[in-house]
């Protein structure tokens, strides 16, 4: 059951309904009938993976508290890695040995058994694993209620694809009581209207022209290939904060403050910055839990870089179990190595050219260079393969710069173009805005009819120029897959 | 005293903002509405016309005629008035089948009492579901017949865009023309009363020629459920008074006898229906058909004009008479038949 679905339209209203009628004693386990029930739209097999990680994190947490020790939280850690390696890496990992035997002349190759991988597992694997490692280091006590725990870990908004909660945080919002409140239906529902404003606008949109050209980059200019691929790096942020909006607007209506995921990544001014900004409970999650563990920045200058390699190593193949995956993370790694090396330098380049760090110009040339290399990146992320991702930058520095079909043959006409155009002038405007004040709230506590007019306009131009219905095809949100 | 204020002044607030918040949903139901009437496509005839059939005068019709695309194209009620004086509409939709049939005379029987039902009868042999749901249900107004019609006439995969027909049409951003704004303005009753003319003449047909005959493909059990809907369009007829007469219109496009007999037989097992095969009546009727067919099944527009006239006689002969209608209407009805009259000539 994804957001934008009439299945999604009917259970969540009556969800809500349900939260709000129900006597508070009641709500949570409502509210976890709901979850499992949402889960179970999403593929009943996966249900028992579901109830076996809540089961498995209740009694290790209580088991931790009671001083089960690192050993007992080590052996549910090595539980929730080595499930996540049979059940998403198995194959990966079986394709890299036989590779290597066979560069090596020994032929090997061992049947895969067809696994399932359950929808979110990665999701709320992690934040089971974030929650016992909080648990362990007394961040927050391990939770006595069997329903409470299960509710932390399945609660339907972050449930598929996050934001990845975090016990101190989340957990304790399940004690709290919420009252219908009429201002965190209005938040709520703009930011879903907003979520849906990106992801049917934009990132749907921008899908059609990014999947032709990625199909067969070869029959493309250049600048048409370099297009697809800065289409890429704006269809993934809006396709993955799109469902992050809407998670959070979803919870928000019931009076739950989920992490915001992303804080318009795209306006930093460094990769470092850009990944404290992109997928924030995902970043903050390898800070916490892989970095910092590794030995973060404390252990010297080389230690650092080989602790930035590793964990966003483990980032890229976290996304994806795919050497294309591992190459997107490694990159990213390798930019923030190559970012802290060259500081100084470029320091000292701005200053002979007379150019403020503060500067505007500094400041737009940075950002540019961001998305620059973020989409080299993304790259990677989008094309399936390392020999697919070649081909696509191959194909940018080719002398043919716009091949004779133009904008139409990426699949979209001129008018389709024009839409994403103005749809991207207004999320760069509001993102712009929200740099200096919160674009919600802003437009909450303006008068009735600027509210009315927004959020109708919004509801619009969404149903108008939207992608969706027959003739479209719907795509699934890109993190779902993770 | 003053927690007793608080609390009765933040129900207050509350109350206002459900006041508000229902405004809201009402605004955006209002806007959608407005929006798909602009973004569906104009939609004049070929069935469905249900924005002019509600603008006919209330209680103005003498016969409701009924059916798929053998009704609306072979029945043009202005020359059956013409010629009996009777009022008609056609309130049939393409390859509309009976389960829908009976949803559009439940709903065309709320603005309107005729004195007799015509269906055509070829629908009892379609299959469950036909290409044109979408259409024959959208323009439906919105109300219990048209729910009953989503979720017992409709493919359950067409519900989405049945209940948000901007599912469908929303692309039509690209082609929009001023014409589309003014569907925002409903449309009035207009001369054509349900009909489609279609000029079209079938190729190389003589009087010497044998009918073509179609194999009845349908397996049993969707016969049974088609003449089961039938049976609700019976009983509801019965229900209001009304007679219900089904008719086999003149065709090439047959099938063989026994599934004529067979129909007959199994129509008339509900009380009072009566059933009129004209299937081979073109000589008697009057029709060419060298010149009156427009696809060797469906009539054109002139022999619409001659089978609507004959089919008034018949039912004035059948003890059917108009009934009473106000001045302003029955110079509506005159101008509709001048209108068909100088255009068919």
Known sequence: MGFLTLSYFLFFPACVLGYFLLPHKTRNLWLLACSWFFYLCAGPQYFLFLLATVAVTWTVALGLERGGGK??????????????????????????VTGALGALGLDWSPAVPELLLPAGISFYFFTAMGYLIDVHRGKCPAERSFLKCALFLSFFPSLLSGPIGRGPELLLQFDSLHNFNYVNLKEGFLRFLW????????????????????????????????LA?????????????????????????????LTENFRTPYFSRSIAEFWRRWHI?????????????????????G???????????????????ALSFLVWGLLNGLYQVAGSL?????????????????????ALWQMAWVFGLSTIAWVFFEAGSVSGALAVLRNMAKPVLWDAGGLAAMGMDVLEWRVAGAALVMLAAVDAMSQRFDVTRRVLEAPRWVRWCVCLGLLLVIVIFGSYGSGYNAQDFIYGQF | MSEKNTEKSGRKTGRREALWGLMFVLAAAILLHLTGRVFRPVHINYGSTWEQYLAEPKNSIDVLFLGSSYAYCDWNPAMMYAESGLTGYVMGGSEQTPALTYWYLKEALRTQSPSVVVM???????DRYRNYTQTNVERMPWGFNRLGAIFTAAEPEKRVSLFFDLYIYHDRWKELTEADFEKLVPAGADHLKGHTAVDEVFPALEWSQEPFLNELSQSEEILEENMKDFDRIAALCREKGIDLIVTVNPTYSQYPQPVYDRLEERLTENEGVRVFDWRNGFEEMGLDVSKHLYDGGHLNQDGAKIFSAW??????????????????????WEAAAEYWEGLLG
């Open chain 2, 120 to 126: 055509e009868a070829s629908s009892l042999f379609f």
């Open chain 2, 311 to 332: 089919t008034g006689r018949f039912l004035r002969e059948q003890g059917y008479v108009p009934r009473a209608q106000t001045e302003e209407n029955t110079l509506a």
């Open chain 1, 195 to 226: 979520g849906a404003f990106k992801k049917l606008l934009l990132a749907d949109r921008l899908a059609v022209a990014v999947d032709t050209v990625f199909a067969a980059p070869e029959r493309f200019g250049a600048l048409q290939v370099l």
């Open chain 1, 229 to 257: 691929a800065c289409a890429f790096s704006v269809q993934i942020y809006c396709d993955f904060s799109a469902y992050s909006d809407m998670a959070v607007g979803s919870a928000r209506v019931m009076g739950f403050a």
């Open chain 1, 281 to 301: 409970s995902l970043s903050s999650w390898f800070r916490d839990y892989l970095y910092i563990p590794l030995g973060g920045s404390r252990r010297g200058t």
């Open chain 1, 71 to 96: 050993a007992l939280l080590i052996c549910a850690l090595c539980l929730f890695i080595g499930a996540l390696v049979v059940f998403k890496y198995l194959r990966f990992g079986l394709s890299l």
């Open chain 1, 342 to 362: 060259t500081e100084k330098p470029r320091s000292t380049l701005r200053e002979a050219v007379r150019l403020r760090p503060d500067s505007k110009v500094t």
């Open chain 1, 303 to 321: 230690r650092k870089y080989l602790n930035l390699l590793i964990v966003f190593a483990v980032s890229g193949l976290w996304h994806g179990a």
